[in-house]
């Protein structure tokens, strides 16, 4: 195969075969390729696009590069994949709820970056918490309890861990069929049944509008069905935050208030939206086993499978204490009428809960709780929420960013 024209046929628009595809990412991942033609590539397909049955050997490809999860028969195999939001601790009750309800769950998660949080770094926030599993160790446990949280392991999906990193720096991230094919070939390598994709859009998401939205949850599905799983879709406006936090332990302790049967509404309703696509029983039994403590129970298991004490998960707050935690006081009387998800996504960036590059490690301890939510009715003095932070300096800069971010308007 002569890539250089390869890449000077997708260039041009040409829709190229799935066996081109396939030699292509198998050549990339054995290092054949380099990155400057990977990226040429990228750059091709970033202006062409690609056609369904290109995006589709894309992902199988790319699914392909490295080992792939095996189940027994018996349980439907489930997961869901969000693509990414401010405050979405959704993951963390969701496993549990579905697992408990009769699913093997093989949940394969990332890290935060930018803005946006990742369940990796949330789980990591439990002491002891042990992300790092093999498969083999992720099939055993699935085996015992019925769920796994994980991240990539060194063998799973390697060629879109390369041409991920790589589009990050040659600007080719914002692409439809380079999205589809690096989110689903890590989903499809999970060997699921069933998937339930939360596709976000607004100013805390990928995705700014709902239609960009749209097509990416179609290109998806279409991926999914020639692929042999049965893939949902919700889409879900990012504009305020998923419950009242955001930073690591403190979404931690919100996913076990709702795992409780508690917690925020809306981050209720968004994990019943979700699971009810994918787990074996109706919504009125998932809403059962949050209410009973049968998920959180599930949630003790999976913490003491992989190294944490579930004996620290209601200290969660004392462990990971930021040496400022002050409320901001709302400045006028009113209504709630915008919590700005971007902003607060980038207070809590600044703040030290996320990481501005791959490289950098993250705060368990700080961000935001008890923030208001859109539609409350508040008072002059009341508090908007509490920031937690390591420094005054950083509290000053997330007071004047909330500031921002937080709309009221009186009547
Ligand atoms: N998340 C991924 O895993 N891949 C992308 O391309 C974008 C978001």
Redesign the pocket.
Known sequence: MHIPTLISRKRDGEELGSREIGKLIAAYTSGEVPDYQMSAFAMAVFFKGMTAAETAALTHAMMESGDCFEHPAGSPVVDKHS??GIGDKVSLVLAPLVACAGCRVPMVS?RGLGITGGTLDKLESIPGFNVHLTLGQAAAQLGKIGVAMMGQTERFCPA?RKL?AL?DVTGT?P?IP??????MS?KLAESLDRLVLDVKFGSGA?MQTKHEAETLAASMVAVGSEMGVEVFTVLNPMTEPTGRTVGNALEVIEALECLEGGGPADLRALVLDLAEKIAAVPRQTLEERLDDGSARRKFDEIVAAQGGNPADLPRMAEIHKAPIIREVPAPTTGQVKKVDAGLIGQAALQLGAGRAKASDGVDFAVGFDRLVKTGESIHAGHPLCRIHARTKTDFDMAEAMLGKAVRITTH
Do not use: E
């Not at 380079?178 to 989110?183: E, F, M, N």
């Open positions: 693509t990414g990332g879109d991920y589009r991230v692409s380079l999205i589809t094919a690096s989110i890590k990928f």
